[in-house]
């Protein structure tokens, strides 16, 4: 069956999911309005595009952190993908290599870090991280990391505690899987073999999520690495300004998927005054409710350096493991060289804020 956006891809993935696999990745906190916002905000924009210029040869290169890559789309983090598919991390990571995009993997993930990098050995990796209590624990996640050849650390800044999400959707974790970058570490039994695991009840154990993190701790992560951090989490200028002097490298502005606090803004309505406030010094990503080429041409003219996607990249793997993943990304891709050529961008740097306003009014 031959896919032509993402939205179908998303419809198949929900006639082939468990009830349970499917609320805990599609669902958000509250009444999810967060979520609905995410998308709707980007129908909200409108793009006002130039005519009449040669758009014959095309390229939407663009350079994140020493990363070159063929267009401004990465892959978020998200836990668990072997839950959806055998091939999980894996698949998704290779279909990433193949597209030459950033795969960032969830320290959540099915699929130890070390397997992931040994089978995509020559693709430009992120690798996400909690801060944890136990310092040596944590630390010895960023030693591995390193020493697998992972490009930088995405450090989560929104997860003091989880969400309360409607209806309770807390994945469990099915028992022949593991969260396989814990089981060489402190947390030897996260579960015992035949037992299911209850992601948010183990998170929420005093041992494990760091809820009295402070900027201290970033300004310590900072200086634990010699890779490049970025703060995922983001949603004000002043915490940007306050990441950017703790030591980060990027700005992931997130508002988690919606799944983390109802009724915050949608993130492209924040992304203009992030972008002013952070004033070139860093990169500024942003995540959540991106479907569509369109939708990163408009995040790309309001200032970003890339975007990440998360739920599409689910529903490919769900559909069809590694292929479903390529594709996703190809389809995306070839979006926003469509709106590239319509609105008459032969390179990023066409991509001016002009060419967007917000329902007739500029933003």
Sequence with gaps: MEFR??????????????????????????????????????????????????????????HVLGIDMPMPVGVSPTAMQR????????????AAAEAGVIFTLSCMSTTSLEDVAAATPNSPKWFQLYIYIDRNFTRNLIRRAEKAGY?????????????????????????HLYLEN???ERIENVKEPGQTL?????????SNIYKS???????WLTK?????????????????????????????????????????PPTIELLP?????????VPVLVDGGIRQGTDVFKAIALGASMVLIGRPVVWGLTVAGQAGVRDVLRIIQAEFDLAMAMTGCSRLSDITRDLVSLEGSKL
């Design 5 to 62: 956006n993402l939205d179908e891809y998303e419809e198949k993935a929900r006639d082939s999911l468990s009830k349970n696999a499917l609320n805990y990745y599609s669902n958000g906190t509250g009444k999810g309005l967060s979520v609905q916002w995410n998308r709707s905000s980007y129908d909200r924009i409108r793009i006002l595009p130039h005519c009449l210029r040669d758009v014959s040869q095309r390229s939407a290169k663009c």
């Design 83 to 94: 839950v959806v598919h055998s091939d999980g991390e894996i698949a998704s990571a290779r």
């Design 151 to 175: 490009k930088a650390i995405v450090v989560t800044v929104d997860t003091p505690m989880f969400g309360m999400r409607r209806p309770k959707n807390t994945l469990s974790l099915p028992p």
């Design 182 to 184: 814990f089981t060489r």
């Design 198 to 206: 209850n992601l948010s009840a183990y998170l929420e154990q005093g």
């Design 213 to 219: 993190l402070t900027w201290e701790d970033i300004k």
């Design 224 to 264: 634990e690495t010699h890779l490049p951090v970025l703060a995922k989490g983001i949603l004000r200028t002043d915490d940007a300004i306050r990441a950017i002097e703790c030591g980060v490298s990027g700005i992931i502005l997130s508002n988690h998927g919606g799944r983390q606090l109802d009724t915050v």
């Design 273 to 281: 005054g992030i972008v002013s406030a952070v004033a070139g010094k």
